[in-house]
């Protein structure tokens, strides 16, 4: 499964919203009707870490300003007002198969 | 808490070997598949394989099958990735993470590990 995002890059401006798109080139959404889509934000320097898992669901501790939204082919990122903190690259993860696969990557940075 | 710390990362010449490991701690590691996932300096996420809670299966991504062997030890409560005739090409940052519990519905790698440093040249 190929995944695609975009923009590769993306400049925000503190307290404006932002989002990234994620396109699949096959239906990730599960016959459990689950999407097997996941996010994951990687700041400089740093590991990645999971921000959106199962294409909308936000594990404790991320805040709240970060959702994720979309089904099938068709995934978004949304980062409701953005801080200083939030540059970094940003990467979608199929999940679906045994075989996962992630998009290019969306370096976000501020203007 | 949950923890991942890989070590094993190396300098390494064209041809040679190495073998990664992952320990974990702060869970239940016999519960939960496990992966690497690598990442090639100033390039994005690249998964490499991942092994299920006890060892009976794995999958990895075609072009290292057969170089690359994944295996874990649950009474160690740790991960490896055995990575044999390396090109440069393998160079990267090496991660482990920590998949869902065998029982869960859900797929995805909810903790990640600080990574270990493979570089390969003469």
Known sequence: IVMTQSPLSLPVTPGEPASISCRSNQSLLHDNGHNYLNWYMQKPGQSPQLLIYMGSHRPSGVPDRFSGGGSGTDFTLRINRVEAEDVGVYYCMNSLKNVPTFGQGTKVEIK | ?122
Request: charged share 15%.
């Open chain 2, 1 to 122: 808490e949950v923890q991942l710390v890989e070590s094993g990362g190396a300098l390494v010449q064209p041809g040679g070997s190495l073998r990664l490991s992952c320990l974990a701690s702060g869970f239940t590691f016999s519960r939960h598949w496990m992966s690497w996932v690598r990442q090639a300096p100033g390039k994005g996420l690249e998964w490499m394989a991942t092994i299920n809670h006890d060892g009976s299966d794995n999958y990895s991504v075609d072009f290292v099958e057969g170089r690359f062997t994944i295996s874990r030890d649950n009474a160690q409560n740790s991960l490896y990735l055995q990575m044999n005739s390396l090109t440069v090409d393998d160079t990267a940052v090496y991660y482990c993470a920590r998949g869902p519990d065998y029982g869960a519905w859900s797929d995805f790698l909810d903790y990640w590990g600080q990574g270990t440093l493979v570089t390969v040249s003469s």
